[in-house]
């Protein structure tokens, strides 16, 4: 065994015996009793921290919601003031609009050919006469239509009579503003054309000749140009009627939809006057969730908050809204609520360091007291522990030579049992071929021990060569001989179990960078791992492969045993791990190979072979061969 080898083993044998010496360490050091020491109690400090947190955090609270409510009402009633003005100027000018056009009526019932005409409405020509009138007045007042209807609500005459669409001729009679004037003098009606599928204002007036009525005169007012004008203020601008719908928008998604759904009245008179042509009336998501003042309301309009204000329309039986978005106002509130909070957060931080400047000066003193006292205590301690380390340390390397001594005594007699079984077997072969008289078969066999005891007089001289802390170094060595002489080691046992071995080098020149008895204790090793592992297998074959690859050579040693555990594999060349039953080995042989081969500067590997068996392969520095080294000839 190489010196290299042992000195791996002494490592090894120190490091294990550190746990048992550092357990009679902390015994030793556990001995002496404990002083006990009683710390002062910390929970009445970390409730008071706890509070001051909480107290910190309710002020930045607060802060933050004082600010935020302030920016609201704020905000509200900046939205409110410009909602009353918008709301003044949007009313009174649609009450204009929807009053400029009352003379109209009156008028017609001064001008004699309109009476005529109800009095002969046969009189093509008249009639001619009239709506060219009509067209007329139409033009100058700007109004979308003029026209006029007997008392069975059918249109006459009309400005638009000849147009497409012309209302001339259609039954009005069930339209409530024509209903309102024959019963009332006069009516007032928003809703669609029958004909131009159009909305519009209607305004009418009952021509009387007591008692009876001749025929109404009607006028059509488009609030259309209204609507293009509440586009350019801010916001969004609704006009609602008596039923609740929504009539004219500046959204168009809002037109002629109710802000709830219509009870039955309601859906009844919508599909008598149809008011709305052809809408499906769906409602809106239109809900109330505050009333901030008589005309202002907080509603959700499709899941958006929207600050809704109103008034009530002197003309027509309507209301006007305008509709703010409260995302921007909720937006300034957040932003003046996060800029209150960190104002206040600022301050509480000035006050707390002033605080702690204050504390810290007034625990200046007693800090150094402390450290002092702390200081003198922490000397004696150390000198203290120093003498039960120096002693643990004794203690320690004690054990580790102790321990490096029992393993280095597991590792030589593994060393020495190969050889000396080899021998044996060789001795009781030559007395059987002595007894027949075989001389040249027992001189043979006498080589063989020669050689044996050649090796080990190596391994008793490496072991001198330990102690005296010398390097053995590598030489190069021819790996044919190498695998022979292991191969004549083992031959009985392959004889005795019908094992077949194959050899192949290529080429056979093949040398390596090694130590021979090293390598060669390496090789047997692994042969007879692999005898004992095809112990229950039939026709066993044992493979031993040697080639070149990239400045290496890879030495293969396989088997068609059963293979290895896979619980076992990844520890396999730890010491004292082995799949043989108890009794049958110790579990350092592939442990001390794999630390030989390290020595020689190479590595050893194992893997399991897919048809069964295992292969184990030493990697080592090729060399040339032109000076080998080798312990015996072939035989």
């Known amino acids: 065994m190489s010196r290299a080898t042992l000195r791996g083993v002494h490592n090894r044998a120190a490091t294990d015996a550190d746990i048992p010496a550092l357990c009679n360490n902390a015994r030793m050091m556990t001995s002496e009793p404990a002083r006990r020491f009683d710390p002062p109690s910390r929970t009445p400090r970390r409730w008071r921290g706890v509070w001051r947190w909480c107290g910190a955090l309710a002020l930045v609270a607060i802060a933050a919601f004082a600010g935020h409510q302030a920016a609201m009402q704020a905000g509200l009633a900046r939205l409110r003031d410009a909602a009353e003005h918008r709301l003044d ?334 021998m044996r077997a060789l001795s009781e072969s030559a007395a059987i071929l002595l007894e027949k008289d075989r001389l040249d078969d027992v001189r043979g066999n006498l080589h063989r021990i020669r050689g044996m005891v050649d090796r080990l007089a190596r391994l008793t001289s490496q072991l001198k060569t330990f102690a005296h802390k010398s390097e053995l170094p590598l030489v190069p060595v021819a790996v044919a001989q190498c695998i022979a002489d292991a191969q004549g080691i083992v031959a009985d046992a392959l004889n005795r179990q019908g094992i077949a071995i194959e050899v192949d080098v290529q080429p056979r020149a093949l040398g390596v960078m090694a130590e021979e008895a090293a390598l060669g204790s390496v090789l047997v090793n692994l042969m007879r791992n692999a005898i004992d592992a095809m112990h229950d297998t039939p026709h066993g074959r044992l493979c031993v492969a040697a080639k070149a690859q990239g400045g290496r050579v890879l030495v293969e040693v396989s088997d068609t045993g059963p293979g290895i555990r896979a619980d076992i594999l990844p520890h396999l060349f730890e010491p004292f791990v082995t799949s043989k039953p108890a009794g049958s080995g110790l579990g350092l042989g592939l442990a001390i190979s794999a630390q030989l081969v390290r020595v020689m500067d190479g590595t050893l590997h194992v893997a399991n072979l897919e048809g069964g068996g295992a292969c184990f392969t030493v990697d080592l520095s090729a060399c040339s061969m032109s000076n080998p080294i080798h312990g015996s000839d072939p035989q």
Do not use: C
């Open 89 to 422: 100027m949007l009313a009174t000018g649609l009450d204009a609009d929807l009053a400029r056009f009352d003379y109209l009526p009156a008028l017609l019932e001064m001008t004699p050919i309109v009476p005529a005409l109800l009095g002969t409405p046969d009189d093509a020509g008249l009639r001619e006469t009239v709506n060219r009138y009509l067209d007329g007045v139409n033009a100058t007042a700007g109004a979308e239509m003029l026209y006029v209807l007997d008392s069975a609500g059918t249109s006459l005459a009309a400005s638009d009579w000849d147009k497409p669409g012309t209302t001339i001729g259609q039954d009005l009679s069930f339209r409530p503003y024509v209903i309102d004037a024959l019963g009332q003098g006069r009516g007032r009606f928003y809703g669609v054309g029958i004909t131009s599928k159009r909305p519009g204002y209607y305004l009418s007036y009952a021509l009387r000749r007591d008692p009876t009525s001749l025929g109404v005169v009607a006028v059509k007012v488009n609030l259309e140009e209204a609507e293009r004008t509440w586009r350019k203020l801010p916001g969004d601008v609704a006009l609602i009627d008596q039923r609740g719908v929504v009539i004219l928008s500046t959204r168009d998604d809002l037109k002629f939809r109710p802000l709830r759904p219509l009870d039955d009245q309601q859906r009844a008179d919508v599909l008598r006057f149809r008011p709305y042509g052809e809408a499906s009336l769906q409602p809106l998501q239109w809900s109330l969730k505050q009333v901030l003042a008589p005309d202002v309301q907080l509603i959700s309009l499709d899941g958006v908050d929207q600050l809704v204000s109103g008034r009530a329309l002197h003309g027509a039986p309507w209301r006007l809204v305008l509709i703010d978005d409260m995302a921007p106002l909720r937006v300034a509130a957040r932003n003046v609520a996060i800029t209150a909070s960190l104002a206040m957060a600022v301050l509480l931080l000035v006050v707390v360091a002033l605080w702690q400047r204050r504390r810290a000066l007034r625990h200046k003193l007693a800090s150094q007291a402390a450290l002092q006292a702390a200081h003198d205590s922490l000397e004696s301690t150390v000198v203290a522990r120093t003498a039960q380390l120096r002693a643990a340390q004794d203690e320690l390397v004690h054990a580790g030579k102790m321990a490096a001594l029992g393993q280095m005594s597991a590792g030589l007699a593994h060393e020495l049992n190969q050889p000396l079984t080899a």
